[in-house]
Structure formats: structure tokens, C-alpha cells
């Protein structure tokens, strides 16, 4: 019986203590560094661009031709199938997957 009790008491003051753990706000957060890390980057680009005379519209001027290449690269997109085109697709999928189980 004491042993029981004993137990549990231990339990219970671990349980407050990761209780306590959960309650209290972490000192950094994903967002506010994320926060943190974009005020740095501005900084670190407006001391770059002040060196060059640029103002912040002109940001893109520091890139480099490789880094602009992947950045515009991103942004260009096959439009999306549509109409027939994207049934095209479709009827195409389901067709091989039933010759793929035929053998000639």
C-alpha cells in the first residue's frame, strides 16, 4: 500500500513538472525567427545595396545570373491541361495500366 502511494506521488510531481514544461512559452518560436531571419536578410541587403547606390526597388540587380536563372525559372509554368487535354491524360493512365497486365 505505501509503495502504491509512493508511486503515484512520484508520477504526479513528474506529471506537474512536464505540466510546467508545456505551459511555459518557448523563447523562440518558428515564426519569429522566421521573422528574425527575413529582418536580417533586408538588413544585410540594404547595407549591400547602399554600398552599390541602390534603392530597395533595384534589389534584383544584386543577384547573380545562375541565382536569377533558378528565381525566373520557378515562376515559369506548363499551363494546365484543359478541356480534352486533361481527359486525354486520364484515358491514357488507365489504358497502359490494362495492357501493362496483358502478356503478349
Known amino acids: 500500500m505505501f ?14 513538472a512536464a505540466e510546467k514544461k508545456r505551459m511555459e512559452a518557448p523563447t523562440e518560436s518558428r515564426g519569429v525567427s522566421k521573422q528574425k531571419w ?5 538588413k544585410k541587403i540594404g547595407k ?3 554600398a552599390n547606390g541602390l534603392d530597395m526597388t533595384k534589389a534584383f540587380m544584386l ?16 499551363p494546365a491541361p484543359f478541356g480534352w487535354d486533361g481527359k486525354q491524360y486520364v484515358i491514357l493512365y488507365k489504358f497502359r495500366l490494362l495492357c ?3 502478356s503478349v
Open 3 to 16: 509503495s502504491l502511494k509512493h508511486e503515484a506521488k512520484k508520477r504526479n510531481q513528474i506529471e506537474i
Open 38 to 42: 527575413l529582418e536580417d536578410r533586408k
Open 48 to 50: 549591400l545595396l547602399d
Open 63 to 78: 543577384d547573380t545570373q545562375e541565382a536569377a536563372e533558378v528565381k525566373y525559372k520557378k515562376w515559369e509554368k506548363d
Open 100 to 102: 501493362s497486365s496483358v
